[in-house]
């Protein structure tokens, strides 16, 4: 236990809860749930283990120190005096990601290059040379993140943000954020024990992160690197370990994950995405239009996706989501029904009312994830029975 220390997990807004419920399965301790974060305690291993498999957290930053700050002076001098030889050397590369919420500092960009200036003038007094900065693909990368008075010096072990998964590399004009597909997903209850079907599939994101959850394959198995690789202390046989052990975790899928879209261009890129995430035997993708097609499966249905809201794509929007709400009604009993949209007049022309309303964030876009059950007869004759 001695080496356990904390870690700070950030999410998405609306994400909190489910991120904290995938920490807890995981195995973490202490876990403390913020706003668009969540804190726990682990071990190397265990911070290895959450950037592989969590797949509503964005980035896993370790905390190294934290003080006050009352000005630009304080975070010069309490970043020059950290110890930045543990980390990292005078020939390797850094980069500084900086959050503000504080009446002090108003510019991320400005913290950030007064942090720079801090570590850079600590090994030019210390060692006669200074590490370079590396904007890209950095030896370190190190978060300042400042809370009124408080800053919190933290290394990054993910690096890019952990959406990018690495199955994906064809998208299409309004694609959806990896993360934002799993925790629709896990909000919607999905837990493989039903068929699936995304009947506007796009790129196929979120069918990918269906079947990775129905098969508990991880998150990021796919990804090609993570910045904790790169660090002095990376212990290679180690990961290699966590990632065979979370491979034995993996389980068979009995149900069907199918997906279609009207647009050939994004049938064939579904294809690509669902191809490089090895799940092409759980996974079927075809052209048709949703507004022409009619459930095909027995049984109960879980249904999610994301339509679009008219912000990028020109539609008319009133007509298409009656038209939602038509096909819905006629086409697919027995479905329980989810998706979101930042339109909140076009959702007035579904005709359903949901059960459901969460207030998600897709980008800028402030949106609802919304759920509709379809039932076999009518509601009412449900209930009569």
Same mark, same amino acid.
Request: glycine share 6%; proline share 3%.
């Given at each position: 236990?001695?080496?356990?220390?904390?870690?700070?997990?950030?999410?998405?807004?609306?994400?909190?809860?489910?991120?904290?419920?995938?920490?807890?399965?995981?195995?973490?301790?202490?876990?403390?749930?913020?706003?668009?974060?969540?804190?726990?305690?682990?071990?190397?291993?265990?911070?290895?283990?959450?950037? /592989?498999?969590?797949?509503?957290?964005?980035?896993?930053?370790?905390?190294?120190?934290? $003080?006050?700050?009352?000005?630009? !002076?304080? /975070?010069?001098? @309490?970043?020059?005096?950290?110890?930045?030889?543990?980390?990292?050397?005078?020939?390797?590369?850094?980069?500084?990601?900086?959050?503000?919420?504080?009446?002090?500092?108003?510019?991320?960009?400005? +913290?950030?290059?007064?942090?720079?200036?801090?570590?850079?003038?600590?090994?030019?007094?210390? @060692?006669?040379?200074?590490?370079?900065?590396?904007?890209?693909?950095?030896?370190? !990368?190190?978060?300042?993140?400042? @809370?009124?008075?408080?800053?919190? +010096?933290? %290394?990054?072990?993910?690096?890019?943000?952990?959406?990018?998964?690495?199955?994906?590399?064809?998208?299409?004009?309004? =694609?959806?954020?990896?993360?934002?597909?799993? &925790?629709?997903?896990?909000?919607?209850?999905?837990?493989?024990?039903?068929?699936?079907?995304? =009947?506007?599939?796009?790129?196929?994101?979120?069918?990918?992160?269906?079947?990775?959850?129905?098969?508990?394959?991880?998150?990021?198995?796919?990804?090609?690197?993570?910045?904790?690789?790169?660090?002095? #202390?990376?212990?290679?046989?180690?990961?290699?370990?966590?990632?065979?052990?979370?491979?034995?975790?993996?389980?068979?899928?009995?149900?069907?994950?199918?997906? $279609? #879209?009207?647009?050939?261009?994004? +049938?064939?890129?579904?294809?690509?995405?669902?191809?490089?995430?090895? %799940?092409?035997?759980? *996974?079927?993708?075809? !052209?048709?239009?949703?507004?022409?097609?009619?459930?095909?499966?027995?049984?109960?249905?879980?249904?999610?996706?994301?339509?679009?809201?008219?912000?990028?794509?020109?539609?008319?929007?009133?007509? $298409?989501?009656?038209?939602? &709400?038509?096909?819905?009604? !006629?086409?697919?009993?027995?479905?329980?029904?989810?998706? *979101?949209?930042?339109?909140?007049?076009?959702?007035?022309?579904?005709?359903?009312?949901?059960?459901?309303?969460?207030? /998600?964030?897709?980008?800028?876009?402030?949106?609802?994830?919304?759920?509709?059950?379809?039932?076999?007869?009518?509601?009412?004759?449900?209930?009569?029975?």
């Amino acid at each position: 236990m001695g080496n356990n220390f904390k870690m700070v997990a950030k999410t998405m807004f609306g994400f909190e809860e489910i991120l904290e419920e995938e920490l807890k399965k995981l195995g973490a301790m202490n876990i403390e749930k913020g706003v668009r974060s969540v804190s726990f305690e682990g071990d190397t291993g265990f911070m290895y283990k959450a950037n /592989l498999c969590l797949r509503t957290a964005i980035k896993i930053l370790k905390p190294i120190r934290t $003080f006050k700050v009352r000005n630009e !002076q304080d /975070l010069y001098d @309490q970043v020059y005096k950290m110890n930045w030889e543990e980390y990292i050397t005078h020939d390797n590369t850094f980069a500084i990601d900086a959050t503000v919420n504080s009446d002090i500092f108003n510019h991320t960009l400005y +913290v950030a290059l007064k942090t720079k200036d801090a570590i850079a003038d600590k090994f030019r007094n210390t @060692q006669g040379r200074r590490p370079n900065v590396d904007l890209k693909h950095p030896d370190l !990368q190190i978060n300042v993140h400042i @809370q009124r008075n408080i800053c919190t +010096v933290s %290394l990054d072990s993910s690096g890019a943000s952990l959406h990018h998964r690495g199955y994906r590399t064809m998208t299409n004009i309004a =694609p959806i954020n990896e993360i934002l597909a799993a &925790g629709m997903l896990l909000l919607s209850g999905w837990d493989g024990e039903t068929d699936f079907t995304d =009947p506007m599939c796009g790129s196929g994101t979120i069918l990918v992160e269906a079947a990775m959850i129905a098969c508990n394959i991880p998150a990021n198995i796919n990804r090609r690197e993570f910045a904790f690789e790169k660090w002095r #202390d990376y212990d290679e046989d180690f990961f290699d370990k966590i990632v065979e052990s979370s491979l034995k975790k993996t389980r068979e899928f009995h149900h069907k994950v199918y997906g $279609f #879209d009207k647009a050939p261009s994004a +049938v064939r890129k579904a294809k690509d995405n669902v191809r490089n995430a090895n %799940l092409s035997e759980y *996974i079927s993708i075809e !052209q048709n239009n949703f507004f022409d097609s009619e459930k095909t499966t027995e049984g109960k249905l879980h249904m999610l996706f994301n339509p679009p809201y008219g912000e990028r794509l020109p539609i008319e929007m009133e007509a $298409f989501y009656k038209g939602i &709400g038509d096909t819905l009604k !006629q086409n697919y009993p027995n479905t329980e029904a989810w998706f *979101i949209t930042a339109n909140m007049e076009a959702i007035k022309n579904v005709g359903l009312r949901p059960s459901r309303r969460i207030k /998600l964030f897709n980008g800028k876009l402030e949106s609802k994830l919304l759920k509709y059950d379809i039932y076999e007869g009518s509601k009412k004759a449900k209930f009569n029975r």
